[in-house]
Structure formats: C-alpha cells, structure tokens
C-alpha cells in the first residue's frame, strides 16, 4: 500500500480521544474518575422501567421510524412549548438521533460545504472540530475568556470573526467546559449578527435542565432565529441515562428535512426502546426537573470548595456539570502534565481543557473536573486533592 497514511486526512491529529485516554488511566491506577462527564449512578426507576416495559411489549425492538417514534417526537415538541413556548410540529420539525454528538455530525455534514466557515465558541466539545472537519469546512475559534468567577464572550471578537464565508455559528449553552450560561443580551447579539449576516445557527443545547445561575433562554425564540435555528437536546444529561444515546433536533422543517437527509446514513434509526421511556421521562413533573438541578447544584458546590481548599483557582460554573479550574496558583502551568501526573500523585483523573482549544497556549493552564458523582465519591476526591496543597 506504500507509504499512504489509512486515516483521512481531515482527521489526521484527532486520534483517541482524551477521555480514552484519562478513563484508561483511571483504572490503571485505581483513581477516582472525574474526567469524563458521565453519573455513577441511574436515573429515575421509573423511567428505567418504562424501558423496561417497551423491550417486554416488544416496542422498539425493530427499527423505529426514521424520524423517531411519534411518542418521543410529541414529547419533544411539548417539552419545548411548556418549557420555553415555543411551539415545533411533532412531525415535521423534529427528529430524533443516536444523542447528541449525532445530531451534531448530521447537522453540519447536512448544513456546510466545503470551505465554508463555522464560528464556535472556544473552548469546545472535542467532537465539534471532527465534524467540522469532516464536512470539509473550516472552524474559526471565537474565545471564551476569564471574566471574574467565570467566562465571558466578547461579542466584538465574535462579530469580527464572520466573514463572507462563513455559513453558520456553532453555539453551546450552557457551555462545557466553562460552565458558562450566555445571557440574554449575549444571545440577543448572537441573534442580531446572525439575522444581519443571514447566518444559520446549531445550538447544543444539552445541559438546558442544568442551570445554577441565570436561565436558559434558547436562541430559536430570539427574533429572525426560528428559521435559522437547529436546535440539539438530549435525554443523556437530563435524566442521567448517558447510555442509551437519545439525542433530537428541533427546527424549521427545511432545516429538519436537511438534518435527516445526513443522519439516515450516519446511524439511520437507533435507540428503540429506549426512545419510548425517554417520551415518558420528558413528561415527568417540574419536581423531577427542580430536585435534579438542586442535587447537581449542592455537588457543584461540594466540589468547588474542596478545589478551592487544594489550592486551585476556581471558576464557579453558572450549568452543566462541570467545573474548571487555573492550576496556576498550585505552582503548575501545563495542564496535560498535571492531568497525567495527578492519578499518581493523588488518586484522581481530570481532563486538561487545553484539548478543547485551537490556541491550545490559551488552554495550557486550565484543567476540567466533572461533578456528577456520588456525594461520598466528591468528598473522598476532595480528600484526596487537598495534598497538593500539602505537597
């Protein structure tokens, strides 16, 4: 075959990814994994029963319907009008997908030619890069920088990267890694520039139930976003069943029609079953919604004291699951160096958020920790951390 490389070259320098590679450490090493952003444990019985029940009634043991069952498709569609009014036709304007990170890839494999040019706002989701790149087009960076306790977007800097080429802007809201939850002026902006610059948007969406400080506004209601806004929600963060990989998108239905026309030969259908309890967990009492924040809220702050105690500097997330963290005042400055110590230094697997970055100098010093974990796996981390400070 000669000396021609097998891998495609648009994803040449991607490799195995981080999480790969920290999770293995954390079991080489018996640490206590705060790397990947997955619960230690299951969401609600009832929504594992209603699974369950639709494998025992043998629904969603053949192929579902392309877009998604009608079940799960009318509680996506009632979901975004009780939550934020916003009213999509069940049939038309929504499609469900293998999670998230599929409706991403269908999304822009569907939606940019080569060369065209995506904004997004970095630090970003590692998948972000490989799509792009896999649709042939160019990813342009827009920073998210410190800004007090948390990170801020410099609407300047995001205006001036929109080119005559670019063709679309790739939001996160709430923001992994930061944490950061854009306000309603900030998507106010990000709306004007996109309606000014007739700009398509995809917002990942995915933490929306997981919002501490603020709220979350989606952008498809700003005005000029409903047509040239695809949505992108999962059931994965919500309700803590990362596992079964049920993902949707909401948009107009030329938008969804695009997106599906990608995603039929990406995975087709999956999730069967699995899509049927997912319909009933999105109908579950605001109760659910409420308790489930307020438990990740009380583990946020867990978490980010005992970081602060360790010595490092804390960036207090306003949503998601995460927290990040300047490893600067520990006298450390590389974070991939630190990440791939600290299992054998102190018992615990983080992620170095330099990976999630383009200025990877940007990144260097940043460092990610997950907080979806038990209470008494977050206090035994917190332990453990605390003899950095010793060390």
Not at 227 to 252: D, M
Not at 300 to 310: F, P
Request: hydrophobic share 45%.
């Amino acid at each position: 075959m000669g000396a021609r490389p097998y891998l495609n070259r648009s994803l040449a320098g991607f490799g195995t990814t981080i999480f790969a590679e920290m999770s293995a450490l954390a079991l080489k090493t018996g640490s206590i994994n705060l790397g990947q952003g997955f619960p230690d444990t299951d969401g609600p019985e009832e929504i594992r029963e209603a699974a369950v029940r639709a494998l025992r009634d043998g629904r969603g043991n053949q192929y579902p319907p392309g877009p998604g069952v009608p079940e799960l498709r009318g509680a996506v569609a009632d979901h975004q009008q009780r939550r934020y009014g916003l009213g999509y036709d069940p049939d038309t304007e929504v499609l469900v997908t293998a999670g998230a990170t599929e409706a991403i890839a269908a999304a822009l494999l569907a939606l940019l030619e080569p060369g065209d040019e995506v904004v997004a706002l970095e630090p970003y989701y590692d998948s972000y890069a490989a799509c792009i790149a896999m649709a042939g087009s160019v990813r342009v960076p827009v920073t998210l920088r410190p800004d007090g306790e948390t990170f801020g977007l410099d609407l300047d800097e995001l205006r001036a990267a929109v080119t005559e080429r670019t063709r679309l802007i790739l939001l996160n809201t709430p923001h992994n890694p930061t944490g950061t939850v854009l306000s309603r002026a900030e998507l106010a902006a990000v709306a004007e520039l996109a309606v000014e610059r007739d700009l398509l948007v995809v917002t990942d969406e995915v933490y929306e139930h997981l919002v501490f400080e603020g709220e979350h506004l989606p952008l498809a209601g700003f005005p000029g976003m409903r047509e040239r806004t695809v949505t992108i929600g999962s059931a994965g963060k919500t309700f803590s069943f990362t596992g079964w990989k049920v993902g949707w998108v909401t948009a107009a239905p030329e938008l969804v029609s695009a997106v599906r026309a990608a995603k039929q030969f990406l995975t087709y259908v999956a999730s069967g079953p699995f899509q049927y309890a997912v319909a009933e967990a999105l109908r579950l009492p605001d109760a659910y919604f409420a308790g489930f924040q307020a438990d990740l809220k009380a583990k946020r702050d867990l978490l980010s004291a005992g970081l602060a105690d360790a010595g490092f500097r804390v960036f207090r997330p306003a949503g998601t699951y995460f927290v990040t963290t300047d490893i600067r005042p520990l006298g450390e400055s590389d974070g991939f160096a630190f990440c791939r110590a600290l299992p054998e230094r102190v018992g615990v697997v983080a992620i170095p958020n330099a990976v999630f970055y383009d200025h990877k100098e940007a990144g260097a010093p940043y460092v990610r920790f997950a907080f979806c974990k038990r209470d008494e796996v977050l206090t035994d981390a917190v332990a453990r951390l605390k003899a950095l400070r010793a060390g």
